[in-house]
Structures are given as C-alpha cells and as structure tokens.
C-alpha cells in the first residue's frame, strides 16, 4: 500500500529537522521525514569533545573524496558531512555563529527587483535566527533566550585560549564579547550548541520533543534515489532502505529538499533537474534544464599554524586513557571539567591586509597539536597550539557532478579550495598574521617553536606552497542550488526557495543561498529551514512591492 503525507522532508541535518519540527508543530501537517543516516543518540555525540573520536573515521559521518585538485598538485582530500539524524549538528565542533548583517543584505541586494516579495536582508533573516536561539547569557533586540537550540559559553576554557586573546589584542584587534553582535570583528570567545555538558543538535532541539507526535514519521537509513513527477508537478519520492528495499512516498503539498549542498544537487539531477547535457551524458532524461544545479560550491578553506609548547599546555593526550576516565569522573560528580570544552574555545575575525575593513579571516585557536598526520608522526607525543586560519569569504568556485545514474554512486566534488588567487593572497596573509600572534604575547612565552609554515625562507612562494599542502575544507560546503533573480540563468531557486520550472518543491539547505555567510553555517542552514515553513503556511506572504 502506498503512503500519503501531507509534506516530506528528504535530509534530517540541521535545515532538515527544523522544517519537519515546524510543519508539524505550527502547520498541524503530518510529515515525514527521511534520513540517509543513523540515530544521533551516542554518547561520543553528545559530549563537547566528541568530535575528535568522530571526524577521522566514524559511520557517523560520510566522507566524500573530492576529484584530484590540479592547483593543489592533483591532491585528493575529504570533505566530511553528516551521516546521522541531525546531520552536522549531531557531530560538528558546535560554534553558534551567524555571519554579519552583510552576508543578508549581500543576497537582497542579489535578488532586488525580483524576490517575490521575499526580502533576505538582515532586518528579515534576524527574527528567525532569534526564534530559533536560546541563548544563556544574552538576551536583546540581536537574541533570543527562549528558541529551542540551547546556545552557551564555553562550559570550560584552557590556558592557552586565554593567552590567545590576550596575544591577539596585543596585536592590536579589539576584544569582541560576541560575534554574532553589532560586529565580526576581532578576538574573544565563541558561544557553543550544548548546555551543561551536552549537545544541542537540530535533533535533539527539534525532532527529540516530537517523539512521540504521530503527525511526524522519521526514517533512518533512508537514501532517496529520485523525486517523481507529474506534469510538472513533485508528487513522490523514492527512497532505498537499510536491507535495500524500495519504497516510494506520497506528498500532497511541497516536498523539501535539506540533504547538503553535496546530496542536495545530486538528488535533483538524479530527478531530471539540472545541465541537460550533463543529464543526457548519464542517460537521465531532462525535466528542466537548470544549468546552475551542482555549480558554484563554495567552501571555506581552511590551513592550520602549528606549534610546540615548550610545557604541558593545553589538551595533548588530556582525552586518553586514565585521565578520560578522570575527566569523566569530574564531569560525573560536580559537573565541569574538561569534558565541557569542544576544543575550539576561542577565536578571532580580522582582515591581515587591511586591518580596519571588514575582517577576511576567521580563526580558531585549537590548544593541540592538531590536523596534518606526517607531522603527529614526527611530534605524536608533545603539547602545543594550533591556530587554524579560515577564508571568510572566498571567491573560489567548484561544482558537484553525477558520478553515474546509480543513486548508490557518491557525487564528483571539485570545491577548488584556494584557486583563486585573492583567496590564496588572503589566506597568505592570514598565516603570517597568527604565527606572528603564537611567537608574541602571553603564547609567545609558551611557545618553543612554529613547525608549520616553518624555515629559513618565509616568501609568499613557500606560504603559498604550504597552503596548497595543508588546505582543506571548513566543512561548509554551500551554493549549489542556489537563490538568484528572474533571468539569471544560473540560479535554480526563486526568492522564496522554489525549484524553477516544477511546482510542490523546495530547497531549504545551503545549497540555496546566494552567497556562503563569513562564520560557521549551521545557524544560517537551520534559519533556512524556519524560512522555508513561513513560506509554506503562508506566514511570509508577497509583498506588493520589491
């Protein structure tokens, strides 16, 4: 027997899960919603530090190999997404952050005299990241203190994320108490997803709370193979489960695509949506020809400073063994300890070039030696500090491809991380400026030595030639079904996130937005989400002018 509801959400991540909630909760609409991936109940997973245990091998996440970079000498790299029931909400390093005013009033002015009446500046986009935060500490005109995700400090911070801020502001960049506040810039702490040591997720904050709602239906383990349609319009979608059996669903209203900026346009091209030439290449026949469907993936490229300490400073080996089980011991009688810290306690926003323009690098200070494996061979037993440097706004551009018609198949992804080369002048930039903060200030007495970028010779050639050898993503990857106005022939959704040349869908990921947003992207992708529902239930109606 078939199945009918009245909307199905296909990805439970963070947009995902927010969607399905609010159809449910302020729709009344029975829903269902699919998830390639598993439950998000683990322990690693609700714990601060957890990501480190799941981000180099783990079912919970799916690593997608990119093609061979020739920029990068041809080298292949991960780029990690969630496999799980709230997707990278369920295993990210939990930072709250939004982006700047700019990022939206950027994607109004992309969309002005064709938006449908749907403004995305910022005075718009705020009263959803708003209902959505529950923030412990703020609560103003820029907050929300009673939204479902459970926004905090830091449960514990290290040493060396204070001498961090300490050196940054020695540097001469202003303490910033919050950057999701009037402005991005400079050096402080970041606010986390998590409250008394565990992990707010999009599913615990969403789904968890609907449990036992019979208006919502979850399935895990369910990979959608295709949208279906009739004369022009999504009706059903097609889904393998976990013994690999077929299912098809039905929907009466719109169906809502939240599967990542990497699935996301290889479901629609799977569904007959995308470049017709790429789709006749694998033998799909075209429902629209969208040329924009899986181009313009823009990811925040990321390169790491490391360094020795020359003391135990900071978290090296602080999660193995005897003292995991102490630390744990701590959190378990008073409730605090290391245990409570991701790991990523402080961070920073500043523009190396041009210190007073808005800031072109974000930066994390990660008390460890941390990422690159030939260098943890050589130095696999020493404290020391990491400062990974993050492009914030990069004018690099890759595409996602079909691999085959097989749904099984993992899409192409070429995110060209650091080919342009204002993004490799930036980047350059942004090395130069940290390892000058580890060497300087409070870090500079505790810092033996830099290894990475290190020598003699510190030209922009061999910077350059180390930020080839060490890049690698953010984990944001966004833009590949992306918003844009009428005649744009790249743009794959109208302002109010609907697929062109289809009725009955949407997209309400990352893939749609216009422009990647300076900062981490789960609030924004969550905002999607909410955005979306307002469409749906008519709660954002046209307005009669643009």
Same mark, same amino acid.
């Given at each position: 027997?078939s ?22 909760t ?16 683990? *322990?690693l997973l ?26 990068l000498?041809? /080298? ?53 990241f708003r ?27 290290d ?17 910033? %108490?919050?950057?999701?506040g ?28 609907l ?12 990979? &959608? ?26 929907? $009466? ?12 346009? $290889? ?7 995308? %470049? ?14 969208? %040329? ?39 959190f378990?009688l ?8 991701t ?8 523009? %190396? ?23 943890? $061979?050589?130095? +696999? ?18 595409? &996602?491809?079909? /691999?085959?018609? +097989? ?39 505790? &810092?033996? $030595? ?5 020598? *003699? ?31 744009? *022939? ?12 289809v009725?009955?869908l ?7 937005? *216009? ?24 709660l ?7």
């Open positions: 027997m199945e009918t509801f009245d909307h199905i959400v296909i990805g439970g991540g963070a947009s995902g899960c927010v969607a399905a909630a609010r159809l449910v302020d729709g009344n609409r029975r829903v269902l919603l699919l998830e390639a991936g598993y439950s998000h109940h683990h *322990p609700d714990m601060p530090p957890g990501i480190f245990k799941m981000i180099n091998g783990s079912k919970y996440m799916t690593y997608h190999h990119t093609v061979p970079q020739p920029h000498h041809d /080298r292949v790299h991960d780029i990690p997404q969630g496999n799980v029931l709230g997707g990278g909400t369920s295993v990210n390093a939990q930072v709250y952050m939004r982006g700047r005013p700019s990022d939206y009033d950027e994607w109004e002015e992309i969309l002005r005299g064709n938006n449908e009446g749907a403004s995305w500046g910022w005075s718009t986009v705020l009263k959803h209902r959505i935060e529950g923030n412990n500490r703020l609560s103003n005109e820029l907050h929300g203190s009673d939204g479902p995700l459970l926004v905090s400090d830091p449960g514990y911070v040493d060396v994320s204070r001498w961090f801020v300490q050196s940054v502001q020695e540097k001469g960049e202003p303490y910033n %108490p919050d950057f999701n009037p402005t991005q810039r400079g050096v402080g702490f970041y606010q986390f997803m998590n409250r008394a040591g565990k992990r707010s997720s999009a599913a615990y904050a969403y789904i968890e709370p449990k036992n709602d019979t208006r919502l239906t979850v399935r895990l383990r369910a990979a &959608v193979s295709r949208i279906n349609f009739e004369n022009g319009r999504a009706v059903s979608v097609t889904y393998t489960d976990a013994k690999r059996q077929e299912h098809t669903v039905f929907s $009466k209203g719109d169906i809502v695509l939240t599967a990542g900026s990497l699935v996301t346009p $290889k479901v629609l091209m799977l569904s007959g949506i995308g %470049p017709s030439a790429h789709l006749k290449a694998h033998g799909i026949q075209t429902l629209v020809d969208l %040329p924009g469907v899986g181009q313009n993936l823009i990811d925040h490229p990321e390169v790491p400073v490391i360094s020795i300490a020359n003391g135990p400073y900071g978290y090296y080996r602080q999660g193995v063994g005897w003292r995991m089980l102490l630390n744990g011991l701590n378990k008073f409730g605090n300890g290391r245990i409570l810290s790991g990523f306690e402080a961070g920073a926003f500043i523009n %190396p070039i041009d210190r007073d323009a808005p800031p072109t690098i974000q930066a994390f200070c990660v008390p460890i030696v941390y990422l690159d494996r030939d260098l943890l $061979k050589v130095f +696999d037993d020493t404290y020391g500090v990491t400062i990974t440097t993050v492009v914030a706004k990069p004018k690099s551009r890759g595409y &996602v491809q079909l /691999r085959s018609a +097989d749904p099984a198949a993992p899409p192409l992804v070429s995110p060209h991380l650091l080919q342009h080369p204002d993004d490799m002048a930036t980047m350059v930039a942004g090395q130069r400026f940290f390892r000058d903060v580890l060497l300087s200030g409070p870090l500079g007495k505790r &810092v033996e $030595k830099v290894i990475a970028p290190a020598g *003699p010779d510190l030209s922009d050639d061999v910077m350059a030639e180390h930020c080839r050898r060490f890049v690698k993503t953010n984990y944001h990857p966004a833009s590949t079904a992306r918003m844009g106005a009428d005649g744009d *022939p790249m743009a794959v959704l109208d302002a109010r996130l609907r697929v062109r040349g009725d009955n949407r997209v309400a990921d990352l893939s749609a937005v *216009p422009n990647i947003n300076a900062g981490n992207t789960t609030a924004p992708a969550m905002m999607l989400g909410d955005r979306c529902v307002d469409f749906i239930l008519g954002d109606q046209p307005s009669t002018t643009n």
